[in-house]
Structures are given as structure tokens and as C-alpha cells.
């Protein structure tokens, strides 16, 4: 077999076991070097690289992990509902249970008689908009999150301080204190 | 399953978020979800158990760090996880009317009526208005 070229040998018509080998050259930017690699530790070097995935569930979509080292198929998307009461005090607040490192996140915070605000944030560009009673209608584009009292004398405001591994943080201000509770609905995107 | 922060004197919720819970795989369904043969073993299935445990408790945990962040002490608050049917019972509690509340509501009608009681009276006495009791039993007609 000395001196053939390997486009001048026969042809392997079907698909090769995890024994066959190949020639591979190995270390192309230090010293190059021919080698032979079996089947079976190409097809584990494409599978961790997600070229060799197998299918995942019915309408998931492929991502990066979250280490940065492999493919996977999730859902990227996630809605929870969580409350904020107008007499919480200001500061960081930490929501998990998302189950990926979100990336974006639409806010829509309401409560019957007093208003809804629906806001945007991808810690890039953020905004809210709001109808309250009294004819309240902030807009804004520092802030994600605005509830208000009936009264419009108190109210908070939020945005997203990051973006974390299993949920996300808000950054809560406002001005004034009211025992009353909003329902905050979020719809978060990986 | 939700999970709740309850401030335990008041019952008051102080915050609601939803789902946190881990759905865990069968053994089947996990060791078809590991690649390396030689990981598909009971004793590192059991680590997957672990760390799902671990991950529910830290979502339970971040309501609870909540609280202490907002000026709350941990004997104060109880945080747990709770059924759909149990935050509709705690849901039908918020935004009620304080006592305060409602008794300056009722106060406010009882203003009004007594309000609307001399203005009529008023009325009645510059014969502009007739007595609704007259009315009522037939002895006079509306002007």
C-alpha cells in the first residue's frame, strides 16, 4: 500500500464502526503529527460539541449549557408570577426558579382598581409603560417595573440588576408606604 | 407548587413567587440523558437526587434571604411551599380593607346621609321639596 494516494483507495460505502480508524493530524499549530483516532473518540469529540446531538423534546430549541462547553435542546422560555407589596422595603430582590440564565424579561404588574404597567429590560434597553386610576400615566425608560397606590401618592418602581444562573435580581425604589400587593406577571426568554 | 413568605404574627404575605419545584427524572429517563457510560451508575443518580434537593432548597431559600434583606428577622417570617389551593387562600386575603379603612368608609356614608337628611330638610321647609313619607303614603304628588 506503499505510495497510493487515499483518494486512490477503495471507498468504505457505509457507515464506519467505532473500531475503524482514521488519519487525523494531531497538534497543527505546535508540531504537527499523523496519528490514527478510532471512530468512537470522533464521534465523542462531535457529540461534545453538539454536532452529534440527539434529538431533543417536541418544539425545544438548541442552546449553549451553561458552562459554555456543550449544546443542549431547553425550552428558553419561562413565565412566573410573583407579588410585591407597596410597603416592602426598597433594595435588591433576588426571583429563582427560572431554570436558565434569562436574558431578557417582559413585565406586566397589575392590580384591579389601581393600574397595569408593562415594561422591557435586557439590562441594555429598558422601559415601562403604565395606565393607573386618576389618569396616571408614567412613562419610562430607566425603570422595567412601576406599581402605584389608588391615589398615585405611593408608589415603586424596578429594574434588573442582572441576570443570574436560576432567575434574576431587581433593584426596588419608590416613594411613600401602602399595605397593598401586586401581582407581577414575567415572561423570561434565555 | 408556589413558594410564600408569610410574616408569622399578621399572616401578612410579604412575597409569592411561583413554581421552583424540580421535576426529577425516572432512572430511565436520566440514564438516557447521560452520555458517558460509565456515569450511568445508582450511586451517581443519586447524586442527581441530591442535587435537585439542593436546588428546590435554594429557591425556597431566596425568599426567605428576601426578607432578611428587607429588614426582616428569621423568627419572624415562615417560608414554604404552597399548593395552588393554598395561595388562593392567602391571595383572598390581600388587598382587603384595613379596620381603619373601613371605618372611615362608614364614617364618610354616615356624613353623606346626614348631609342629604338636612339639605332635604332644608328644602322641605322652603316648600321646594315635598316630604317623601307624604308621598309615599298618597297624601301628596311630587311638585
Known sequence: MANVKITELTELSETPDNTDLLEIVDDVAGTPTSKKITVANLRGGLASSGANLAIGSANYKLFVNAAGNAAEWAKGIVVMNVTRALDAAAGDVSYSGVGFKPSSAIFVAGLSNHGISIGMDNMTAKGVSCVFAAAYTPTNNDFSIWIANAGNTVYQYAFIKSFDSDGFTLTWAGVGSEAITYRIRCFLLR | ?143
Open chain 2, 1 to 143: 407548587m408556589d413558594r410564600a413568605c408569610i410574616e408569622k404574627v399578621t399572616g401578612k404575605l410579604i412575597e409569592m413567587q411561583s413554581g421552583g419545584k424540580v421535576e426529577r427524572l425516572s432512572w430511565m429517563e436520566w440514564s438516557l440523558s447521560v452520555k458517558e457510560p460509565k456515569d450511568r451508575s445508582e450511586e451517581k443518580y443519586q447524586e442527581y437526587l441530591a442535587e435537585c434537593d439542593a436546588l428546590e432548597a435554594s429557591r425556597l431559600d431566596t425568599l426567605k434571604q428576601n426578607a432578611l434583606n428587607a429588614g426582616y428577622k428569621e423568627e419572624e417570617i415562615e417560608v414554604k411551599w404552597v399548593t395552588n389551593e393554598e395561595w388562593q387562600v392567602i391571595e383572598a386575603t390581600l388587598n382587603q380593607p384595613t379596620p381603619e379603612q373601613i371605618a372611615a368608609k362608614e364614617k364618610e356614608v354616615l356624613i353623606q346621609a346626614k348631609m342629604r337628611e338636612m339639605a332635604e330638610a332644608e328644602l322641605v321647609a322652603e316648600g321646594k321639596l315635598v316630604p317623601a313619607e307624604l308621598i309615599a303614603e298618597g297624601k301628596l304628588t311630587e311638585k
